[in-house]
């Protein structure tokens, strides 16, 4: 089974979100494989027996429309895609969530 999840965060400097993710990964078990950084990109991959996460993270500084008075804010894009049985599936999005509760609000 496959799931996807992409959300659009403001505000929350990339440094943060990626500590996030790490600790959404270390709860769940998953052995971090790859880190990579391009820029203002990066793409974290993780897995353990039968289960598999890829997050991507992209951020950029503009102006928001509706937040225009605080000028170019950092605006970024958290992409995950897990692939294994539903049940891990489920306690990845809880966990996913859970760590990131700062950019819910």
């Excluded at 965060?9 to 270390?26: N, S």
């Excluded at 993270?57 to 992409?79: D, H, M, Q, T, Y």
Aim: negative net charge; contains cysteine.
């Amino acid at each position: 089974m496959r799931c996807e999840d992409l959300r659009t965060i403001y505000f929350v400097p990339p440094k943060h979100l990626l500590e996030d993710v790490k600790r959404c990964f270390a709860k769940l078990g998953l052995q971090v494989n790859e880190l990579e950084e391009s820029g203002d990109r990066w793409t974290l991959t993780g897995s353990k027996p039968n289960a598999s996460v890829t997050v991507s993270l992209l951020c950029e500084k503009k102006a928001v429309e509706p937040l225009n008075v605080f000028g170019e804010i950092l605006v970024s894009c958290l992409r995950a895609t897990v692939e294994s049985g539903e049940d891990f599936i489920s306690a990845f999005k809880t966990c996913y969530e859970t760590c990131l509760l700062r950019c819910l609000g």
